[in-house]
C-alpha cells in the first residue's frame, strides 16, 4: 500500500483507507469462473466433434452469466452466438465492461476486444432457442418454462442451477430446472453450478454482496478499525425498474469498500480471498 491509497478522516490520528477493487471487479472476477467452466466443456466438445466453431449458439438470459458466456465464447473464436432476452435494453451490456474476458498480459487480442463481440447478436425472439446447436439457459428462477423448454432441440444444452448450497428448502422446492432440462430434446445435458460462500443462490450479484458481507465482516474485527461501509445499493431495481444502464455503469466503477482505521491496511487481498472460495463446474445429471 502507499500513501495514495488513504488519507485522514476525522483526525490526522484516524484513516479512511478505499479499495482498488471495485464492484465491476467482483461482478468479472466471479464470472470468469463460470464462463470458463463453459468454456471447457465447449472445447472437449469440439474434440469430440460433437460441437465446432461455427455451430449456433443461443444463449437465453443476458443478466449477468449469459453475457459474460457470449464474450468469453466470442472471444475463443465460436462464431455464432445469439443471446435472448426479453429486455431489449439490455443488448447494452455487450459493449459494456461487464463481464468481458480477463486479459492476460501479452495477450494480442487485448486491444482490441469489443471488436471480438461484433459476432453476438441480440434479439428478443425466443423461437430461436427451438433449433440452435447448443442452447445455455440461464435463466434460473421464473425463467423458461416446461413448455418452452419442451420445444427445445438441440445437440447440447446447458442450464445455469440457480441455487448454491441446498440451504433453503423453500428456494429449492421453487427451483425446477432438472424439470425443465429432462423435458429438452437434447443427448448431451449439462447444469453449471456455482458456490463456495455458503449462499443460498448462485447469482452473480448474490455472491458479490456476499463477498462483500464477508469482507466487511473480517475488516470490523481487525484492531484499529473503527467501522467500514460498502457503496452498495438494490442494482436490479436500476437495471430492470428504472432501466438506467448509464447510473447502473457509473455505480459500479466506484471502490467497493471503505474503512475508517488507525491503523492503515491493504484491504483488497481480503476481498480476493473471498473470491477465490468460489467455484464453478460443469454437472451432468441425466
Given at each position: 500500500?502507499?500513501?495514495?491509497d ?5 483526525s ?48 437465453v ?6 453475457i ?45 476486444i ?23 439457459d440461464?435463466?434460473?428462477l ?48 449439462y ?34 478499525v ?61
Amino acid at each position: 500500500m502507499n500513501i495514495q491509497d488513504y488519507d485522514t478522516g476525522i483526525s490526522s490520528e484516524v484513516f479512511t483507507v478505499k479499495s482498488n477493487i471495485r464492484l465491476i471487479d467482483i461482478f468479472n472476477l466471479i464470472l470468469e469462473k463460470k464462463a470458463n467452466a463453459v468454456l471447457d466443456l465447449f472445447s472437449d466438445l469440439v474434440k469430440k466433434e460433437i460441437i465446432n466453431k461455427e455451430s449456433s449458439i443461443v444463449i437465453v438470459g443476458t443478466y449477468f452469466t449469459g453475457i459474460t458466456i457470449a464474450k468469453y465464447l466470442s472471444y475463443n473464436d465460436y462464431n455464432d452466438i445469439t443471446i435472448v432476452d426479453i429486455y431489449p435494453h439490455l443488448e447494452r451490456f455487450i459493449g459494456s465492461k461487464l463481464g468481458n474476458p480477463l486479459i492476460e498480459k501479452g495477450d494480442e487480442k487485448g486491444n482490441d476486444i469489443l471488436e471480438s463481440f461484433r459476432n453476438i447478436r441480440f434479439s428478443s425472439d425466443l423461437d430461436l432457442i427451438k433449433n440452435a446447436d447448443v442452447v445455455i439457459d440461464t435463466t434460473g428462477l421464473g425463467g423458461l418454462n416446461e413448455s418452452q423448454s419442451e420445444a427445445i432441440y438441440t445437440k447440447v444444452f446447458i442450464i445455469e442451477d440457480p441455487i448454491a448450497e441446498d440451504n433453503d428448502p423453500l428456494l429449492n422446492v421453487k427451483n425446477n430446472i432438472y424439470n425443465r432440462a429432462s423435458l429438452v430434446n437434447s443427448y448431451n445435458k449439462y447444469v453449471l453450478k456455482t458456490k463456495g460462500l455458503d449462499t443460498k443462490t448462485s447469482g452473480t450479484m448474490t455472491l458479490a454482496i456476499d463477498v462483500l458481507r464477508q469482507s466487511m465482516n473480517e475488516i470490523l474485527a481487525r484492531e484499529g478499525v473503527l467501522y467500514c461501509s460498502s457503496e452498495m445499493t438494490f442494482y436490479e431495481e436500476i437495471i430492470f425498474k428504472e432501466k438506467d444502464l448509464d447510473r447502473f455503469f457509473r455505480l459500479i466503477e466506484s471502490p467497493v469498500i471503505k474503512v475508517s482505521t488507525i491503523l492503515p491496511f491493504d484491504c483488497d487481498d481480503l476481498i480476493k480471498d473471498f473470491i477465490d472460495e468460489i467455484h464453478s463446474e460443469i454437472l451432468i445429471r441425466w
